[in-house]
């Protein structure tokens, strides 16, 4: 069964930090570039962070350069999102997505609030 389960949400104060992680179940991540996204209440999901199969390339929105890194670990068949410097805009379910030109798998999100 094809899975990607994120974890490592939860609440934490503005200026702290969090690390997601997405496990793949099934496949193996190794051929497949992988982003996060997010969605906050009443927005669209919009991308935060994307990586290439290998690693060698990186992206990431502008409202967070500086402040996240995406990265993976192929032999682990997992990829994370390390956020640093919250801010209470970061609020949101994140979801994780592994895609190729075949196929392309979603999580079912973990939600990361940014509160005092």
């Known amino acids: 069964q094809v899975q990607l389960v994120e974890s490592g949400g939860g609440l934490v104060q503005p200026g702290g930090s969090l690390r997601l992680s997405c496990a793949a179940s099934g496949f193996t991540v190794s051929t497949y570039a992988m982003s996060w996204y997010r969605q906050a209440p009443g927005k669209e999901r919009e991308l935060v962070a994307r990586i290439t199969s290998t690693g060698g390339n990186t992206n990431y929105a502008d409202s967070v350069k500086g402040r996240f890194t995406i990265s993976r670990d192929n032999a682990k068949n997992t990829g994370f999102l390390q956020m640093n410097r919250l801010k209470p805009e970061d609020t949101a379910v994140y979801y994780c997505?592994?895609?190729?030109?075949?196929?392309?798998?979603w999580g079912q999100g973990t939600q990361v609030t940014v509160s005092s």
């Open positions: 997505r592994a895609d190729n030109i075949w196929y392309n798998y």
